[in-house]
Protein backbone atom coordinates (compact mmCIF):
# COMPACT_ATOMS: atom_id res chain seq x y z
CA UNK A 1 0.00 0.00 0.00
CA UNK A 2 1.45 3.36 -0.96
CA UNK A 3 0.76 6.44 1.34
CA UNK A 4 1.24 9.79 -0.38
CA UNK A 5 2.41 11.73 -3.79
CA UNK A 6 4.95 9.22 -5.76
CA UNK A 7 8.05 11.08 -4.91
CA UNK A 8 7.14 11.29 -1.31
CA UNK A 9 5.22 8.35 -0.66
CA UNK A 10 5.37 5.95 2.77
CA UNK A 11 5.39 2.18 1.68
CA UNK A 12 3.39 0.08 4.26
CA UNK A 13 3.24 -3.35 4.00
CA UNK A 14 0.96 -5.90 6.38
CA UNK A 15 1.29 -9.53 7.12
CA UNK A 16 -1.12 -11.26 9.43
CA UNK A 17 0.92 -14.45 11.35
CA UNK A 18 0.09 -17.59 13.14
CA UNK A 19 1.90 -17.73 16.74
CA UNK A 20 1.40 -21.11 18.36
CA UNK A 21 1.61 -18.71 21.45
CA UNK A 22 0.27 -15.28 21.07
CA UNK A 23 -2.04 -16.89 18.41
CA UNK A 24 -2.83 -14.62 15.46
CA UNK A 25 -1.03 -11.27 15.07
CA UNK A 26 -0.70 -8.17 12.80
CA UNK A 27 2.78 -7.22 11.12
CA UNK A 28 2.87 -3.71 9.70
CA UNK A 29 6.09 -2.21 8.22
CA UNK A 30 6.62 1.34 6.95
CA UNK A 31 9.48 2.54 5.11
CA UNK A 32 9.30 5.89 4.32
CA UNK A 33 11.51 8.43 2.35
CA UNK A 34 14.02 9.61 4.95
CA UNK A 35 14.27 12.82 2.39
CA UNK A 36 10.95 14.16 3.31
CA UNK A 37 11.85 13.42 7.69
CA UNK A 38 10.53 16.76 9.31
CA UNK A 39 14.72 17.26 10.25
CA UNK A 40 15.41 16.82 6.84
CA UNK A 41 13.11 19.09 5.48
CA UNK A 42 13.71 21.83 8.21
CA UNK A 43 18.18 21.41 7.67
CA UNK A 44 16.90 21.94 3.77
CA UNK A 45 14.79 25.01 4.29
CA UNK A 46 17.66 26.50 6.29
CA UNK A 47 20.43 25.57 3.83
CA UNK A 48 18.35 27.19 0.74
CA UNK A 49 17.90 30.44 3.08
CA UNK A 50 21.92 30.08 3.55
CA UNK A 51 22.02 28.84 -0.19
CA UNK A 52 20.03 32.67 -1.19
CA UNK A 53 22.11 34.74 0.84
CA UNK A 54 25.28 33.73 -0.36
CA UNK A 55 24.27 34.03 -4.24
CA UNK A 56 23.30 37.57 -3.25
CA UNK A 57 26.68 38.38 -1.86
CA UNK A 58 28.47 36.87 -4.82
CA UNK A 59 26.02 38.39 -7.01
CA UNK A 60 27.33 42.02 -5.36
CA UNK A 61 31.10 41.37 -6.39
CA UNK A 62 30.18 41.29 -9.98
CA UNK A 63 30.81 44.87 -10.89
CA UNK A 64 33.53 45.68 -8.23
CA UNK A 65 35.52 41.99 -9.89
CA UNK A 66 35.13 42.12 -13.81
CA UNK A 67 38.10 39.90 -13.87
CA UNK A 68 35.55 37.05 -11.88
CA UNK A 69 33.05 37.92 -14.57
CA UNK A 70 35.38 36.71 -17.21
CA UNK A 71 36.51 33.86 -15.83
CA UNK A 72 33.20 32.44 -15.67
CA UNK A 73 32.20 33.88 -19.42
CA UNK A 74 35.98 32.23 -20.61
CA UNK A 75 35.40 28.70 -18.64
CA UNK A 76 31.66 27.20 -17.76
CA UNK A 77 32.62 24.95 -15.33
CA UNK A 78 33.76 27.80 -12.69
CA UNK A 79 32.21 28.27 -9.04
CA UNK A 80 32.65 31.38 -7.24
CA UNK A 81 32.48 31.17 -2.91
CA UNK A 82 34.17 33.53 -0.20
CA UNK A 83 37.59 32.59 1.79
CA UNK A 84 39.73 33.65 4.50
CA UNK A 85 43.22 34.91 4.93
CA UNK A 86 45.59 36.27 7.70
CA UNK A 87 47.67 39.20 6.44
CA UNK A 88 50.96 39.70 7.53
CA UNK A 89 51.34 42.46 10.06
CA UNK A 90 47.85 42.91 11.07
CA UNK A 91 47.29 41.00 14.10
CA UNK A 92 44.64 39.23 14.13
CA UNK A 93 42.39 41.20 11.22
CA UNK A 94 41.11 38.56 8.55
CA UNK A 95 41.03 39.34 4.78
CA UNK A 96 37.61 38.16 3.70
CA UNK A 97 38.74 36.35 -0.12
CA UNK A 98 36.10 36.24 -3.32
CA UNK A 99 37.74 33.27 -5.03
CA UNK A 100 36.71 32.02 -8.32
CA UNK A 101 37.96 28.51 -9.38
CA UNK A 102 37.73 26.94 -13.29
CA UNK A 103 38.34 24.09 -14.92
CA UNK A 104 38.78 23.22 -18.41
CA UNK A 105 40.45 20.86 -21.02
CA UNK A 106 40.20 17.97 -18.26
CA UNK A 107 43.46 18.89 -16.82
CA UNK A 108 43.70 22.61 -16.02
CA UNK A 109 42.53 24.42 -12.58
CA UNK A 110 42.85 28.13 -12.98
CA UNK A 111 42.51 30.05 -9.49
CA UNK A 112 41.30 33.87 -8.58
CA UNK A 113 41.68 35.27 -5.52
CA UNK A 114 40.96 39.08 -4.12
CA UNK A 115 40.27 40.42 -1.07
CA UNK A 116 37.52 42.15 -0.40
CA UNK A 117 35.01 43.51 2.73
CA UNK A 118 31.36 43.04 2.96
CA UNK A 119 28.84 44.86 5.04
CA UNK A 120 27.55 43.60 8.48
CA UNK A 121 24.99 41.18 6.89
CA UNK A 122 27.73 40.12 4.62
CA UNK A 123 25.12 39.64 1.97
CA UNK A 124 27.23 42.65 -0.26
CA UNK A 125 30.67 43.24 -0.95
CA UNK A 126 31.19 47.09 -0.47
CA UNK A 127 34.97 46.94 -1.66
CA UNK A 128 38.24 45.35 -2.53
CA UNK A 129 41.12 45.80 -0.57
CA UNK A 130 43.85 44.31 -3.34
CA UNK A 131 43.80 43.37 -7.05
CA UNK A 132 43.00 39.64 -7.79
CA UNK A 133 45.56 37.18 -8.00
CA UNK A 134 45.48 33.86 -10.35
CA UNK A 135 46.97 30.86 -10.36
CA UNK A 136 46.89 28.17 -12.92
CA UNK A 137 48.00 24.72 -11.73
CA UNK A 138 47.96 21.68 -14.66
CA UNK A 139 47.17 18.23 -13.88
CA UNK A 140 49.86 15.43 -14.02
CA UNK A 141 47.52 12.59 -12.98
CA UNK A 142 44.62 11.51 -11.04
CA UNK A 143 45.30 8.67 -8.12
CA UNK A 144 42.84 6.98 -5.95
CA UNK A 145 40.02 4.53 -6.40
CA UNK A 146 36.23 6.20 -7.23
CA UNK A 147 34.75 2.95 -5.84
CA UNK A 148 31.90 3.84 -2.84
CA UNK A 149 34.72 3.88 0.08
CA UNK A 150 37.15 5.60 -2.45
CA UNK A 151 38.55 8.99 -3.12
CA UNK A 152 40.06 10.34 -5.76
CA UNK A 153 42.88 12.61 -5.35
CA UNK A 154 44.41 15.10 -7.82
CA UNK A 155 48.99 14.98 -8.60
CA UNK A 156 49.87 18.04 -10.27
CA UNK A 157 52.39 18.78 -12.76
CA UNK A 158 53.09 22.35 -12.57
CA UNK A 159 51.83 25.74 -10.79
CA UNK A 160 51.76 29.05 -12.74
CA UNK A 161 51.10 32.66 -10.48
CA UNK A 162 50.18 35.68 -12.48
CA UNK A 163 48.61 39.27 -11.63
CA UNK A 164 45.96 40.81 -12.95
CA UNK A 165 47.99 42.59 -15.86
CA UNK A 166 48.80 39.56 -17.33
CA UNK A 167 45.30 38.29 -17.19
CA UNK A 168 43.81 41.15 -18.98
CA UNK A 169 46.50 39.86 -22.38
CA UNK A 170 44.95 36.80 -21.95
CA UNK A 171 41.28 37.78 -22.12
CA UNK A 172 42.44 40.68 -24.98
CA UNK A 173 43.99 37.25 -26.82
CA UNK A 174 40.46 35.15 -26.61
CA UNK A 175 42.05 32.88 -24.39
CA UNK A 176 45.18 32.56 -25.98
CA UNK A 177 47.68 31.54 -22.63
CA UNK A 178 51.09 31.93 -24.54
CA UNK A 179 50.64 35.54 -24.46
CA UNK A 180 52.14 35.52 -21.06
CA UNK A 181 54.19 32.09 -21.63
CA UNK A 182 51.84 29.31 -20.72
CA UNK A 183 51.72 26.57 -23.42
CA UNK A 184 48.00 24.68 -23.25
CA UNK A 185 48.37 20.52 -23.47
CA UNK A 186 44.98 19.80 -25.53
CA UNK A 187 45.39 16.49 -24.29
CA UNK A 188 42.31 15.67 -21.04
CA UNK A 189 44.11 13.62 -18.26
CA UNK A 190 42.83 10.12 -17.51
CA UNK A 191 39.94 9.93 -15.07
CA UNK A 192 40.28 14.21 -14.84
CA UNK A 193 36.23 14.16 -16.14
CA UNK A 194 35.55 12.12 -13.11
CA UNK A 195 37.60 14.59 -10.60
CA UNK A 196 36.16 17.04 -11.91
CA UNK A 197 32.51 15.39 -11.11
CA UNK A 198 33.23 14.86 -8.50
CA UNK A 199 34.90 18.47 -7.19
CA UNK A 200 31.26 20.25 -9.14
CA UNK A 201 28.67 18.19 -6.69
CA UNK A 202 30.71 18.60 -3.65
CA UNK A 203 31.71 22.73 -4.71
CA UNK A 204 28.74 25.46 -4.47
CA UNK A 205 28.25 26.33 -8.25
CA UNK A 206 27.16 30.22 -7.73
CA UNK A 207 27.48 32.58 -10.15
CA UNK A 208 28.05 35.93 -11.37
CA UNK A 209 26.46 35.64 -14.81
CA UNK A 210 23.38 34.53 -14.43
CA UNK A 211 21.16 36.96 -16.18
CA UNK A 212 23.90 36.97 -19.28
CA UNK A 213 24.75 32.72 -18.53
CA UNK A 214 20.56 32.39 -19.44
CA UNK A 215 20.59 34.86 -22.58
CA UNK A 216 23.76 33.21 -23.93
CA UNK A 217 21.59 29.73 -23.43
CA UNK A 218 18.32 31.07 -24.93
CA UNK A 219 20.94 32.08 -27.78
CA UNK A 220 20.92 28.74 -28.53
CA UNK A 221 17.73 27.96 -29.18
CA UNK A 222 17.75 28.45 -33.36
CA UNK A 223 20.24 25.90 -33.74
CA UNK A 224 19.05 23.35 -31.54
CA UNK A 225 15.10 22.47 -32.53
CA UNK A 226 15.96 18.92 -30.51
CA UNK A 227 16.67 20.86 -27.35
CA UNK A 228 13.24 22.75 -27.56
CA UNK A 229 12.11 19.35 -28.80
CA UNK A 230 13.19 17.09 -25.63
CA UNK A 231 12.13 20.38 -23.20
CA UNK A 232 8.76 20.15 -24.69
CA UNK A 233 8.17 16.23 -23.94
CA UNK A 234 9.88 15.96 -20.63
CA UNK A 235 8.59 19.63 -19.22
CA UNK A 236 10.23 20.39 -15.67
CA UNK A 237 7.38 19.49 -13.87
CA UNK A 238 5.89 22.52 -10.76
CA UNK A 239 6.53 20.12 -7.87
CA UNK A 240 8.56 18.52 -5.48
CA UNK A 241 11.35 16.35 -7.51
CA UNK A 242 13.18 16.15 -10.40
CA UNK A 243 11.03 13.68 -12.90
CA UNK A 244 10.18 14.94 -14.97
CA UNK A 245 12.49 17.55 -15.83
CA UNK A 246 15.17 19.33 -18.68
CA UNK A 247 18.31 21.33 -17.78
CA UNK A 248 20.30 23.69 -20.81
CA UNK A 249 23.26 24.36 -19.63
CA UNK A 250 27.17 24.94 -21.19
CA UNK A 251 30.02 22.75 -20.22
CA UNK A 252 33.37 21.21 -21.36
CA UNK A 253 35.79 24.11 -22.65
CA UNK A 254 38.43 22.87 -25.19
CA UNK A 255 41.39 24.96 -25.81
CA UNK A 256 41.13 24.53 -29.87
CA UNK A 257 44.67 26.84 -30.90
CA UNK A 258 45.48 29.83 -31.34
CA UNK A 259 43.77 30.23 -33.82
CA UNK A 260 40.26 28.96 -33.00
CA UNK A 261 39.22 31.23 -30.10
CA UNK A 262 37.68 28.64 -27.40
CA UNK A 263 35.05 25.71 -28.24
CA UNK A 264 32.48 25.03 -25.59
CA UNK A 265 29.68 22.28 -25.73
CA UNK A 266 25.99 23.06 -25.31
CA UNK A 267 24.07 20.52 -23.46
CA UNK A 268 20.40 19.45 -22.75
CA UNK A 269 19.88 17.05 -20.15
CA UNK A 270 16.46 15.29 -19.38
CA UNK A 271 15.04 13.23 -16.52
CA UNK A 272 11.84 10.63 -16.56
CA UNK A 273 10.44 7.83 -15.29
CA UNK A 274 12.28 7.69 -12.09
CA UNK A 275 15.15 5.50 -14.76
CA UNK A 276 16.48 7.78 -17.65
CA UNK A 277 18.57 10.47 -18.32
CA UNK A 278 18.42 12.03 -22.01
CA UNK A 279 21.25 13.66 -22.99
CA UNK A 280 22.19 15.92 -25.82
CA UNK A 281 25.28 17.46 -26.59
CA UNK A 282 26.83 19.30 -29.68
CA UNK A 283 30.12 21.56 -29.70
CA UNK A 284 29.35 25.20 -30.33
CA UNK A 285 31.26 28.39 -31.06
CA UNK A 286 30.44 31.61 -29.06
CA UNK A 287 31.24 35.13 -30.31
CA UNK A 288 34.25 36.91 -28.55
CA UNK A 289 32.56 37.78 -25.55
CA UNK A 290 31.22 34.32 -25.13
CA UNK A 291 27.58 35.76 -25.07
CA UNK A 292 26.01 34.33 -28.07
CA UNK A 293 26.30 31.09 -29.78
CA UNK A 294 26.98 31.90 -33.85
CA UNK A 295 27.28 28.42 -34.90
CA UNK A 296 28.03 25.01 -34.45
CA UNK A 297 31.07 22.86 -34.84
CA UNK A 298 29.17 19.15 -35.77
CA UNK A 299 25.74 17.55 -35.54
CA UNK A 300 24.40 16.73 -31.71
CA UNK A 301 24.95 13.40 -30.32
CA UNK A 302 22.52 11.66 -28.05
CA UNK A 303 22.70 9.45 -24.98
CA UNK A 304 20.01 8.11 -23.06
CA UNK A 305 21.32 6.35 -19.79
CA UNK A 306 19.20 4.05 -17.76
CA UNK A 307 19.92 4.76 -13.46
CA UNK A 308 21.32 1.06 -12.20
CA UNK A 309 20.88 0.16 -7.65
CA UNK A 310 23.72 1.86 -5.81
CA UNK A 311 22.92 5.35 -7.60
CA UNK A 312 22.43 8.18 -4.97
CA UNK A 313 23.82 6.44 -1.70
CA UNK A 314 23.12 8.33 1.21
CA UNK A 315 26.70 8.83 2.84
CA UNK A 316 27.97 9.24 -1.19
CA UNK A 317 25.11 10.60 -3.01
CA UNK A 318 27.36 11.52 -5.94
CA UNK A 319 28.26 8.18 -7.35
CA UNK A 320 26.37 6.68 -9.83
CA UNK A 321 25.71 3.41 -11.29
CA UNK A 322 24.41 3.37 -15.20
CA UNK A 323 22.73 0.06 -15.69
CA UNK A 324 23.08 0.63 -19.69
CA UNK A 325 23.40 3.58 -22.26
CA UNK A 326 22.51 3.80 -25.89
CA UNK A 327 24.33 6.67 -27.70
CA UNK A 328 22.58 7.60 -31.74
CA UNK A 329 22.28 10.57 -33.77
CA UNK A 330 20.03 13.49 -34.78
CA UNK A 331 18.60 11.46 -37.56
CA UNK A 332 17.07 9.13 -34.86
CA UNK A 333 16.24 11.75 -32.60
CA UNK A 334 13.93 12.74 -35.45
CA UNK A 335 12.24 9.22 -35.66
CA UNK A 336 11.76 9.50 -32.00
CA UNK A 337 9.90 12.65 -32.21
CA UNK A 338 7.79 11.66 -34.98
CA UNK A 339 6.46 8.33 -33.03
CA UNK A 340 5.76 10.81 -30.47
CA UNK A 341 8.54 10.17 -27.92
CA UNK A 342 8.41 6.11 -28.68
CA UNK A 343 12.11 5.14 -28.33
CA UNK A 344 11.07 1.73 -29.91
CA UNK A 345 11.22 3.70 -32.85
CA UNK A 346 14.80 3.32 -32.76
CA UNK A 347 15.15 -0.33 -31.05
CA UNK A 348 15.71 1.31 -27.59
CA UNK A 349 12.64 -0.33 -25.11
CA UNK A 350 11.57 1.70 -22.49
CA UNK A 351 11.28 0.14 -19.07
CA UNK A 352 8.04 1.38 -17.30
CA UNK A 353 7.83 -1.11 -14.40
CA UNK A 354 7.89 0.39 -11.47
CA UNK A 355 10.77 1.59 -9.83
CA UNK A 356 11.72 0.27 -6.12
CA UNK A 357 11.70 2.49 -3.18
CA UNK A 358 15.57 2.67 -2.46
CA UNK A 359 16.57 3.07 -6.29
CA UNK A 360 13.78 5.56 -6.61
CA UNK A 361 14.94 7.45 -3.60
CA UNK A 362 18.78 7.26 -4.51
CA UNK A 363 18.34 8.14 -7.97
CA UNK A 364 15.91 11.15 -6.56
CA UNK A 365 18.87 11.79 -4.42
CA UNK A 366 21.38 12.11 -7.35
CA UNK A 367 19.31 13.94 -9.63
CA UNK A 368 18.55 16.84 -7.03
CA UNK A 369 22.25 16.76 -6.22
CA UNK A 370 24.02 17.11 -9.60
CA UNK A 371 21.49 19.89 -10.26
CA UNK A 372 20.79 21.91 -7.30
CA UNK A 373 23.09 25.10 -8.45
CA UNK A 374 22.04 25.16 -11.87
CA UNK A 375 19.13 27.70 -13.13
CA UNK A 376 16.02 26.37 -14.62
CA UNK A 377 16.44 28.05 -18.42
CA UNK A 378 13.51 27.36 -20.91
CA UNK A 379 13.77 27.10 -24.64
CA UNK A 380 10.07 27.01 -24.91
CA UNK A 381 8.18 30.01 -25.78
CA UNK A 382 5.81 30.16 -23.00
CA UNK A 383 6.29 28.42 -19.16
CA UNK A 384 6.80 24.62 -19.43
CA UNK A 385 3.64 23.42 -19.92
CA UNK A 386 1.74 19.86 -19.72
CA UNK A 387 4.02 18.70 -22.46
CA UNK A 388 3.42 15.60 -24.61
CA UNK A 389 1.27 13.14 -23.42
CA UNK A 390 4.16 10.45 -24.27
CA UNK A 391 6.01 12.33 -21.99
CA UNK A 392 3.57 11.38 -19.25
CA UNK A 393 3.12 8.02 -20.32
CA UNK A 394 7.00 7.44 -19.73
CA UNK A 395 7.26 8.98 -16.73
CA UNK A 396 4.23 6.90 -15.10
CA UNK A 397 5.62 3.58 -14.15
CA UNK A 398 2.95 1.05 -13.91
Request: proline letters at 5%; glycine letters at 6%.
Amino acid sequence: MLIGKERTRTRVHCEVRADAERGWFVLYTINSNSDFWPSAIRRREEQEFYDRRFARSVLSAQPLVPAAVQVEEMFPVTSHHFGRSRPKGEGSDLNDLLIAEAWFGDRYHLTLQVPIERDSSLETVTRLRGEPTFVLQELEEITGDDSFAGQLDPVWRSERRFDLAAWNKVVAAHGDFSVIGIDIDPTPVPRAADYIRHWRFETCQFSVLREARERAVKSAKPFFPAAVEIERMFPTADKEGPFPSTYHFFDAFVFTGKESDLQKTFVTEAYFGERYQLMMRCDVELDKENRTVTRLRGEPIFILREFGPGTGLINKPTHVNWRREHRFTLDDWNKVVAAKGDFSAIGIEIDKSRVSNSDSEGTWRYVSYQNRFRDRVSLLDGAAGDGDARAKELSEPR
